[in-house]
C-alpha cells in the first residue's frame, strides 16, 4: 500500500487502485467515512457479486455524502481502466435521450469484479441497483431469470404491514411452484424474489401485477396494487412494475443512503414472520456482516441453475 497526495493506492486481486479521501466522511449522522464504506463492499463481496455477475449496474452515487446531493449513474463513469467491463445496452427511458448507454457489469467468477466493486465504490457510490435480467458472458441481453414484489408501505403503514403482505406473497408463489426470499429494502420497505426460467419482456409484469391484483381484492383495505400515490396512505402497496425490463431493484447487500448505513438486508422468513417493530428489521452495514458471516447468503436460492417456469395467470 502506498500513499501519495491524498491518496492510498492498494492492490486488489492484482489491480492497482488509487483509493482518495479515505477520511471524509459520507454518513454524517454516524460518523460512517468512505474508508469505511470501501471496507464493507470488500468484505461483503463474496455474497454480494453473484447477485451482481452479468446484470448491468445502475449507480446512485454521493459524492459529498448522504447529506448532499446524490444522483443516478448509469453509463461507466469517467476514468474507468480497461479492465472493467462494460456493455453497450439499449437505454429505453432515458433522461438524457440516448438510444445506448455504456453500462458497467461485473463479470462472473473474476478477480475483476472485486477491484471493480472497489472501484465503484471510491467513486462514493453508495447504493447498487440492477435489472432482474442479464446480459452474456459476451453480450447479449438474456430473458428475464428474476420475479421481484416492491412492498412499499404507505404511512401510517410500516414494514411490519409489509411482512403480512410478504408472508401471503410466499403462499401464492408457493402454490405456484415458485421458492420465494425476502429482503429489506434498506429504507422503509421490502422486497420479495423468486428465481424462474428466463423468460420474454414483460412476461413478468404481467404475473407479478396479476398476484398483486389478487392480494388486493383479498384484503382491500390494507393492500393495494394501484400506483397513485393517493390511495397509499395506510396500505401496502405491491409495486409489480419494478419487473419492467427498463427499471431496475437495489441489490440485496446494497447500502443505502439514509441518515446510517443501512443495507438492503436479506432475511429468514421467520424474522419476516415474527416482526412486531419496525426497529426489528433495520440493519447496518456491521449488522449485515455479521449476518453473512453466520448465516451465509439467504439469497442463495435465486443463484440455481434449477429454475421453475413462471406459471401463466
Given at each position: ?5 491524498g491518496?492510498?493506492?492498494v ?33 461483503i ?32 463513469p ?5 479492465w ?21 457489469v461485473?463479470?462472473?467468477?473474476d ?60 403462499e ?59 390511495v ?10 419494478q ?64 429454475r ?6
Open positions: 500500500m502506498a500513499k501519495a497526495s491518496t492510498t493506492t492492490a486488489v486481486a492484482g489491480r492497482q487502485l488509487a483509493l482518495s479521501n479515505l477520511s471524509k466522511i459520507l454518513y454524517p449522522e454516524t460518523g460512517t467515512t468512505k474508508g469505511e464504506v470501501i471496507d464493507y463492499y470488500s468484505r463481496a463474496p455474497v454480494l457479486i453473484p447477485h451482481l455477475a452479468g446484470r448491468p449496474l445502475s449507480l446512485k452515487r454521493y459524492p459529498e455524502g448522504v447529506s448532499g446531493p446524490g444522483f443516478f449513474a448509469k453509463n461507466v469517467n476514468g474507468a481502466a480497461d472493467v467491463r462494460t456493455e453497450r445496452l439499449p437505454a429505453p427511458g432515458s433522461t438524457k435521450n440516448r438510444d445506448e448507454i455504456d453500462y458497467v461485473l463479470p462472473e467468477d478477480g475483476d469484479a472485486l477491484a471493480t466493486l472497489v472501484w465503484l465504490a471510491n467513486l462514493a457510490s453508495l447504493e447498487l441497483h440492477v435489472p432482474q435480467w442479464q446480459v452474456g458472458p459476451r453480450g447479449g441481453v438474456r430473458g428475464t431469470d428474476l420475479l421481484v414484489f416492491d412492498l412499499d408501505p404507505g404511512a401510517p403503514a410500516t414494514v411490519v404491514e409489509c411482512c403480512a403482505v410478504a408472508l401471503r406473497l410466499r401464492v408463489l408457493d402454490d405456484d411452484g415458485l421458492t420465494a426470499v425476502a429482503k429489506t429494502s434498506g429504507s422503509k420497505g421490502m422486497q420479495v424474489y423468486a428465481a424462474i426460467k428466463p423468460v420474454e419482456g414483460g412476461r413478468t409484469s404481467d404475473y407479478a401485477k396479476a398476484v398483486a391484483q389478487r392480494l388486493e381484492h383479498e384484503n382491500p383495505t390494507r393492500v393495494t396494487s394501484v400506483m397513485r400515490r393517493a397509499r396512505p395506510g396500505k401496502v402497496f405491491i409495486d409489480w412494475s419487473n419492467n425490463t427498463a427499471k431496475t431493484t437495489v441489490a440485496p447487500y446494497s447500502l443505502r443512503a439514509r441518515p446510517a448505513p443501512t443495507v438492503s438486508t436479506p432475511l429468514h422468513w421467520d424474522e419476516v414472520a415474527a416482526c412486531e417493530r419496525p426497529e426489528e428489521l433495520v440493519f447496518t452495514f456491521d449488522a449485515a456482516l455479521a449476518r453473512a458471516a453466520g448465516d451465509g447468503d439467504l439469497f442463495l436460492d435465486l443463484l440455481t441453475r434449477e421453475p417456469a413462471l406459471p401463466r395467470r
